[in-house]
């Protein structure tokens, strides 16, 4: 009986979060006061997010203890399992090892609460009493909802209007874990009211969802606002994965010539691959391999500048890959994939060349996800099969180049709030989508005259 | 920091399944032929099932080994972890602990693939090379489109009509998985056509989908019909997980005061207490608790009698608690327990008093899921709510007696595709239902004239 999967004993848990900063190489960009143009500093960032946080956020050490209460509630479904695909790669009949790990089998379905149930416990320990929050697909608002109840804070969650409607699933997922979730915009804040009036058929967007989110956390000196990806705090919470996998594949005695994930705003992919990116910058030789959509091309089409995280330009300017803080990408199924910009550590290393992007289009990425379905059972999130359609191209690879390889990547969450995607490609409806030039020059006209890194 | 989840490491993984009747202190009635009111023999059954399933059906063998085909499969996601409840336990605030076995980390989300595995891999062996098979909620039916598309078989699932209108994602799954899944009454078969005919707007019935799926396969020779419940090849295949329990709750060093499953056929609650069944014929003491709903009490209210297993009146004679063979349970939201009869096995052991049975109300189930969502972080299926609810009455004996016990659940499934019963639950819009005695006594005709056990 060959092995299937391997898993840590509760005991063998990492006890620490990674922090890359205290190993970049070169340094990264500062983020900016969009005012001032000048490096921002903790207190500019203190209505926003608790202190605890925000020195998480600029720290430079490199292994942070992870709080015990913390621990407590990652035990819930953590330390999770390094599985082999052995049904995939006998499907894919290539020189190819492949290993997954399995972030699905948390409570909300996703890495997502990785941070937050970090966040929330910092909050409550700040003295916090209710956070706010936007979501778009909604693996993030629940996943901060759930953490919320498990630490006693109020948890109000901004979702995306046209997604609150087509993923109902999504929105009472939060209601029973206490959170209240409002379509956005809403009524609820002066940002949201103004577009009603202006708009009162407005789908919303994910833009809008942030600014509300903001504007209702800070007017409220008891709350605080909670991002999902993106910020240095929250892949560091995420990298508890990647250091796992390394303890696991340790066990099974491989190390990955290969290491992808998918990027939406590079949580995902920086908690698996973060400590892998230690070993490289350390001199061992692996590929990490960012896998994002070609509807949405941040890393592969979008220039390393300066922008603002949100539509509204209300937060400090991120030196990143971006796309222009008012580009709006096609209403593709990977929800968790639409986001102007990437994480500021991923860009830099992107920037470094230390990590490599590359783009899949939808249609592809279900294709790879149904015969992942039809070989090894797991329905995959939509972002995740952008990692699978990778993995795919890497297996071909190997094949015309005769050569064995191990990758590994991240299965970040299970589709089966998403079927309707699957639904669509399946009855022919998903279209090809390659963004032209024109639309990505036009888009980018928003970072002119911003400060350049 | 405490434990809370243990895992067997696969090569620890039970090799066979335990066959309950070895062990039968008394000897169970026989199904019976309709006709002639003889014990039916395999060769009546071969037009329905292979006959490599038919021998496991009758075998009085305690131990039969696992394919190393059905094996491989379940390595996709078993062993399944025994998990203690730490957070549900401090909210009940009662002197108990409380394990629970998940199996929700299927594919599927459910125990269901268990048999389903299984009854695939003996179809293909026999030659078989489509199956044909009904549901209700609709885990079965994607349990079973799963296993068929590993195994190379076509499948057909007939889905109760009101379900597949309510609950489309469950369609979905089965169509990512390759099956085609209709929607029954439907025009594929003689009895759908029929009903189709008199009631173009008919709603459907679970007796009707059963029909439908035994006319669609008997017509073919080179298919069969697949049952996700109630026969003692089900219950056999399901054995794995509690015997996967009793080898993790070893490894803690607690044997159960209480064991604990919700029963619609009888399927996971076997899966998990027959091997603790077997203690007890032994001479252990145990409580086995069998978990129904007030809508449906088969085992609390139904009497032990022989009756069909569906409507139409197509199968053998059953010896089981039974509410009547045309019984409409009330449309409760856990459609996985919306049967009128029992698995024989399980009506024998609550007959002869070495199981017990107890029936909760829908509102209390989901009470006891929402604080258990809030507690432990997973959303469970409906069905399972019930055990829950088991659970925490449990719990309120031991803190009234002052007694600690150790209690073990099966969490049967998640309910992440069942959000819609927890949004009614929370929205106020479920009702307690408790049969009338009138209507029990009205359901209970239909079994007048048939023979008795």
Same mark, same amino acid.
């Given at each position: 009986?060959?092995?299937?999967?391997?898993?840590?004993?509760?005991?063998?848990?990492?006890?620490?979060?990674?922090?890359?900063?205290?190993?970049?190489?070169?340094?990264?960009?500062?983020?900016?006061?969009?005012?001032?143009?000048?490096?921002?500093?903790?207190?500019?960032?203190?209505?926003?997010?608790?202190?605890?946080?925000?020195?998480?956020?600029?720290?430079?050490?490199?292994?942070?203890?992870?709080?015990?209460?913390?621990?407590?509630?990652?035990?819930?479904?953590?330390?999770?399992?390094?599985?082999?695909?052995?049904?995939?790669?006998?499907?894919?009949?290539?020189?190819?090892?492949?290993?997954?790990?399995?972030?699905?089998?948390?409570?909300?379905?996703?890495?997502?609460?990785?941070?937050?149930?970090?966040?929330?416990?910092?909050?409550?320990?700040?003295?916090?009493?209710?956070?706010?929050?936007?979501?778009?697909?909604?693996?993030?608002?629940?996943?901060?909802?759930?953490?919320?109840?498990?630490?006693?804070?109020?948890?109000?969650?901004?979702?995306?209007?046209?997604?609150?409607?087509?993923?109902?699933?999504?929105?009472?997922?939060?209601?029973?874990?206490?959170?209240?979730?409002?379509?956005?915009?809403?009524?609820?804040?002066?940002?949201?009211?103004?577009?009603?009036?202006?708009?009162?058929?407005?789908?919303?967007?994910?833009?809008?969802?942030?600014?509300?989110?903001?504007?209702?956390?800070?007017?409220?000196?008891?709350?605080?606002?909670?991002?999902?990806?993106?910020?240095?705090?929250?892949?560091?919470?995420?990298?508890?994965?990647?250091?796992?996998?390394?303890?696991?594949?340790?066990?099974?005695?491989?190390?990955?010539?290969?290491?992808?994930?998918?990027?939406?705003?590079?949580?995902?992919?920086?908690?698996?691959?973060?400590?892998?990116?230690?070993?490289?910058?350390?001199?061992?030789?692996?590929?990490?391999?960012?896998?994002?959509?070609?509807?949405?091309?941040?890393?592969?089409?979008?220039?390393? $500048?300066?922008?603002?995280?949100?539509? $509204?330009?209300?937060?400090?300017?991120?030196?990143?890959?971006?796309?222009?803080?008012?580009?709006?990408?096609?209403?593709?199924?990977?929800?968790?994939?639409?986001?102007?910009?990437? $994480?500021?550590?991923?860009?830099?290393?992107?920037?470094?060349?230390?990590?490599?992007?590359? $783009?899949?289009?939808?249609?592809?990425?279900?294709?790879?996800?149904?015969?992942?379905?039809?070989?090894?059972?797991?329905?995959?999130?939509?972002?995740?099969?952008?990692?699978?359609?990778?993995?795919?191209?890497?297996?071909?690879?190997?094949?015309?180049?005769?050569?064995?390889?191990?990758?590994?990547?991240?299965?970040?969450?299970?589709?089966?709030?998403?079927?309707?995607?699957?639904?669509?490609?399946?009855?022919?409806?998903?279209?090809?989508?390659?963004?032209?030039?024109?639309?990505?020059?036009?888009?980018?006209?928003?970072?002119?005259?911003?400060?350049?890194?």
């Amino acid at each position: 009986m060959k092995q299937v999967k391997v898993f840590l004993d509760e005991s063998e848990i990492p006890r620490q979060w990674y922090n890359i900063l205290a190993d970049m190489p070169t340094p990264m960009s500062p983020p900016l006061h969009p005012g001032t143009g000048q490096p921002v500093g903790p207190d500019d960032l203190a209505p926003v997010f608790p202190m605890n946080l925000i020195e998480q956020e600029v720290s430079t050490e490199r292994w942070i203890d992870i709080p015990e209460e913390v621990m407590e509630k990652y035990l819930l479904w953590r330390p999770t399992p390094l599985c082999r695909a052995r049904n995939f790669e006998k499907l894919l009949n290539a020189p190819v090892k492949i290993y997954y790990k399995n972030e699905g089998v948390s409570p909300p379905g996703s890495h997502k609460p990785n941070t937050a149930i970090a966040q929330a416990y910092y909050n409550k320990a700040f003295g916090v009493k209710r956070l706010s929050t936007e979501t778009g697909a909604g693996q993030w608002g629940s996943a901060l909802s759930m953490a919320c109840q498990m630490f006693g804070l109020e948890c109000r969650v901004f979702m995306v209007k046209v997604s609150y409607q087509q993923k109902p699933f999504r929105g009472m997922m939060m209601q029973v874990w206490g959170a209240n979730c409002f379509p956005s915009p809403s009524d609820k804040t002066e940002a949201g009211r103004k577009i009603l009036a202006e708009h009162p058929d407005s789908p919303g967007s994910l833009g809008i969802a942030i600014s509300e989110a903001i504007e209702d956390s800070v007017m409220d000196p008891d709350a605080r606002y909670s991002l999902g990806s993106v910020l240095n705090h929250v892949l560091l919470h995420q990298t508890i994965n990647g250091l796992e996998a390394q303890k696991l594949l340790e066990k099974v005695g491989v190390y990955p010539d290969v290491v992808i994930g998918c990027t939406g705003g590079g949580s995902n992919f920086g908690g698996l691959c973060l400590p892998f990116v230690q070993d490289k910058i350390n001199g061992k030789e692996v590929s990490i391999v960012a896998a994002e959509p070609t509807s949405c091309p941040t890393m592969t089409r979008g220039p390393f $500048a300066y922008d603002f995280g949100d539509t $509204a330009q209300t937060t400090p300017l991120l030196a990143m890959h971006t796309l222009g803080h008012d580009f709006v990408p096609a209403p593709i199924h990977a929800g968790g994939l639409r986001y102007h910009g990437m $994480a500021p550590i991923i860009s830099h290393l992107v920037k470094e060349d230390i990590i490599e992007a590359r $783009a899949y289009d939808q249609v592809q990425t279900f294709e790879a996800g149904v015969n992942w379905a039809r070989s090894e059972g797991f329905i995959s999130a939509p972002e995740t099969n952008h990692a699978i359609a990778a993995v795919v191209q890497e297996a071909e690879r190997a094949k015309e180049e005769g050569k064995e390889k191990v990758i590994l990547f991240n299965w970040s969450g299970h589709g089966l709030v998403d079927l309707a995607a699957y639904d669509a490609y399946l009855s022919g409806k998903l279209q090809k989508y390659e963004m032209p030039d024109e639309e990505i020059a036009r888009a980018l006209k928003a970072i002119e005259g911003l400060p350049k890194p």
